[in-house]
């Protein structure tokens, strides 16, 4: 393994071995007035979510296979071949001890690591599940489970990542042999990121412009082999690799993120996932009564757990700067006393106890989003789409604004640590790096906002008329009282009623959503409006999206 | 060299070479409305500045030895080496081509990777010519020049940055021997973070608590052999070792920050720094008459070449932002046309103009500190130190908001480039993470806005009284008018007034700095107040520095 010469370290080693020998926290912990270990079971959601976290977490940390104190000094490739080896020995794990699905997941969570797994599991075989048709889950599913076949999920080309609609791979139809033609017309169609891709896939679901007899179809999904199984070896037409370092030590540089294009690759036309829409031998174009609204119901899926994992990350965060600023003491020694421990100043809490607060509060909101999307796929069962626009956009606007805050605050929890914050050692530039992504990935956060802000718009628009704003904008319904109320508090402590709190953020999002409304439509084209006062728009959102998470 | 499988890396470089067939920023540059060779020459500061730096920028370009294209995929030991190669070169190329200080400065800048020399040259050499006596520099320096031995400062302990007055290494004399001895008497005391300490220094400048006979003198500068010139092993009593990995790919961990402890080392009384303090014979302790000012008017000169370095580092990460936004296109294609450049939209303008900005900004401020750094020198050597206490507060404050604003400017800049900007080649990743250091070194950002704040109470307090404000201040002299003035601005061009933006910014210091005054007067004691209000007190030193870089 290519150390940094072991020898020198062990000094390094010494110092935090001997730091560790006294419970520097122990005065600290003492002056709790709460109930620690009721808030634990808050916190994990229940008593047995608790104990099955503590459980595998201490399984984690004393099996030496899923050490993790080197990762940041690693070369590419000896990281790279160090997850190959932990992720043999999960799934070995997974099988030995018998896990259940939950013990699995949450072994995934501590071995914390991103993987070309996180795709096969997380979106490759998702994509089949909810868009192949039964045959084709039975054909391609149990070989995936098995983890005989491994996949990727090829959507983002280097050219288009929020505008999936503008995607260049195309896929055109050749009623001649019953294929398909899988072909990168331009550079920019190279699909560029798909993690798993790089090295280690052997499939993926590819998303490519479906052409037959001439049409263009719009994009839809194809299962394509990548590499042979029994070499691994590239097939024809397929160049395929890793697309270099990504921000960070360790971080997600232990994932494979891959390029591939494809040189007029044929396909039988089976492999094109139909449950949706078909295409028949002979090369029609047929789509199917499955309501397309169901996407919707898997976004709102995918964007509760990331809201569920910002607040995982930013707790972390918020736990080691407020440990740090506990132990560390600089300044204010008296008469030769003890100095100030940092937490007592108040420059120190005015920047970290929002963040404790936040990690609180995407917590709970979190829960929350577990709820709405039970609601909301079992209105979507009952063929009830009227609350998804809602649900839709709620979802995005939270994705957004708690992983763009749980990114800048862990930033600011290693700044909270002072020079310490910079070193791997104190685990939060990995942390950091390995986080960043959630602003850009499942929606780009200013993308996402712009969606909050049309579909607040929408809501402002029909204010009045019969349809009654719900859910998360229900308030818009008291927006005569909003726009002209005052905020009535006259000393500090007034602020501690939630019901003031409420007030000033309902109105301070009712006003800036009108005053948006009534600038866009100064506006002759609604689309000029909106793209002259984006920036409102997204500021308008974030005030709407702030009382979301206050709100809950 | 460990690289990540060399062949699978070549269908990325042949995507990248491709990408750059085409001069895709061709159009933009057309549309410059300003002399853009004359803007160059502004930029460097000179003719001269701007060919020379040119020069230079090819030569390292075109050395392979030079290349930085594999630095953030090295593990550490590899990038080690490889810094240590091409510290060498640099040495070599000095010497062979005869390059002058000049030069040789830039040719250091555009090799760009922190190694142990810049502490050799940036900090060892001048604490030996800024508080060694005369003697010491004719002893010491040849050797430091000719790089026979390698110094390193050693100031930082595990346990005290900021409150440099609370360093606990310890340099007792002992009169039988005519020597100090040196000694880390706690865990804490630990020489932590130096450049250069880890591996290689063979000296360094050590502060430690001076005690003589029983008295502790404070912290004094001391010159310590730390490693043997012969085969480089720790000398007796004296431990060494890398604190580890830093934060990123590449960035400092071509640096090798150390750890040092000392077990009762021995060194002669002659090795003491006695330029302004000095120990006799007899274990007296004597203060010379060198004004302690002085070192006030180095920490001027250092945080002024930080300033400029913000203002190179923001315009680094700008650039890349902003020729990615005009090459970048999503959404709104129409008829089949091309998709909109991400520039125009407003959402990515609100957040990438006011940087661009920030970037010019910085660096005419940098370019007035350096006017400052010398009114002061000539000042000092004529026995002047009226204007030092501002133009110390404003250098602290303006090194603190320029390397906040440039570290989180990188940050943003990154952002904007999508998920592009999360790979290392777009530069951005490796850019952040050797910068961020800035915002603790020479001054944690806070602590100096602390100082800022201190020097405005003491401003306003002196308001009224003979003493008029001066420099950066005088703005106070005007506090009456400024307290009651209204903002007159009728409609957006208003706002094209410098005038008007002066006095906003000046209204908003003022009432700021007054305000802080006002409730500060309400504590029984000013410490207490100060402690309590600090939060307060750092935003009012934020809006005083803001109005200097609008001022200049």
Redesign the interface.
């Known amino acids: 393994m290519?150390?940094?010469?072991v020898d020198?370290?062990?000094?390094?080693w010494v110092?935090y071995k001997?730091?560790e020998e006294v419970d520097h926290l122990a005065h600290e912990r003492t002056k709790a007035q709460f109930d620690v270990d009721a808030m634990k079971i808050i916190w994990a959601g229940s008593r047995h979510a608790f104990e099955l976290s503590d459980r595998i977490s201490r399984l984690v940390a004393s099996d030496p296979a899923f050490r993790k104190d080197n990762r940041?000094?690693?070369?590419?490739?000896?990281l790279?071949k160090n997850t190959l080896r932990k992720t043999a020995h999960v799934w070995k794990q997974i099988i030995e001890l018998h896990l259940s699905e939950e013990e699995a997941s949450r072994l995934r969570f501590y071995v914390d690591e991103p993987a070309f797994t996180d795709l096969h599991w997380g979106m490759f075989i998702p994509a089949i599940k909810g868009q192949g048709t039964d045959d084709q889950q039975k054909k391609w599913l149990p070989l995936a489970y098995k983890m005989q076949i491994i996949g990727c999920y090829a959507q983002?080309e280097?050219?288009?990542?929020?505008?999936v609609q503008?995607l260049e791979t195309t896929a055109t139809f050749d009623p001649e042999t019953d294929e398909f033609i899988i072909h990168s017309p331009t550079?920019t169609s190279?699909k560029w990121?798909p993690g798993g891709l790089?090295?280690i896939s052997t499939h993926a679901v590819v998303y490519a412009r479906l052409i037959t007899d001439g049409r263009d179809h719009g994009v839809h999904g194809f299962i394509v082999q990548l590499r042979s199984l029994d070499d691994h070896s590239s097939l024809p037409g397929i160049?395929?690799?890793?697309?270099?370092?990504?921000?960070?030590?360790g971080a997600?540089?232990t994932m494979d993120n891959g390029?591939l294009?494809f040189d007029h690759v044929r396909i039988p036309r089976d492999q094109m996932l139909m449950r949706v829409s078909q295409v028949t031998r002979e090369g029609k174009y047929r789509q199917s009564d499955v309501p397309r609204q169901l996407v919707y119901g898997t976004m709102v899926y995918v964007r509760q757990t990331i809201v569920s994992d910002a607040s995982c990350a930013l707790s972390r965060a918020v736990c080691i700067a407020t440990r740090y600023s506990a132990v560390r003491?600089?300044?204010g020694?008296q008469n030769g006393g003890q100095?100030t421990q940092v937490i007592d100043?108040?420059?120190q809490?005015?920047r970290l106890f929002p963040l404790l607060a936040s990690a609180y509060a995407f917590r709970f909101v979190g829960e929350w989003l577990k709820w709405l999307y039970t609601d909301v796929t079992q209105r979507l069962q009952a063929n009830d789409f009227s609350t998804l626009p809602e649900a839709h956009a709620c979802t995005a606007g939270l994705k957004s604004l708690t992983t763009t805050a749980t990114a800048d605050g862990i930033?600011e929890c290693?700044?909270l640590c002072?020079?310490h914050g910079?070193?791997?050692?104190s685990g939060l530039?990995e942390l950091f790096?390995v986080y960043?992504?959630a602003?850009?990935?499942e929606g780009?956060n200013?993308v996402l906002l712009?969606q909050v802000a049309r579909f607040l718009m929408k809501t402002v628009s029909q204010l009045g008329s019969a349809k009654q704003p719900v859910g998360t904008t229900a308030y818009m319904g008291r927006v005569e009282h909003l726009l002209k109320c005052r905020c009535d508090v006259q000393k500090a402590e007034d602020w501690l009623q939630p019901s003031v709190v409420m007030e000033a953020f309902e109105a301070r999002a009712a006003r800036m959503s009108v005053a948006c409304a009534q600038n866009l439509s100064k506006f002759a084209s609604p689309e000029e409006g909106f793209?002259?006062?984006?920036?409102d728009l997204?500021e308008a959102a974030v005030a709407h999206c702030q009382l979301i998470v206050v709100s809950k």
């Not at 160049?239 to 030590?249: A, C, E, L, P, Q």
Request: proline share 2%; aromatic share 10%.
């Open positions: 290519a150390q940094f010469d020198a370290m062990e000094i390094v110092t001997e730091m940041t000094m690693l070369g590419r490739k000896e790279f983002t280097l050219g288009h990542g929020s505008n503008g550079l190279s990121w790089g090295k160049t395929v690799g890793d697309i270099g370092m990504k921000f960070g030590n997600y540089n390029v294009r003491r600089q300044f020694s100095e100043y108040k420059t809490q005015s930033e290693r700044k002072g020079g910079y070193l791997c050692s530039p790096a960043v992504p602003c850009t990935y780009d200013v712009l793209a002259e006062l984006s920036a997204v």
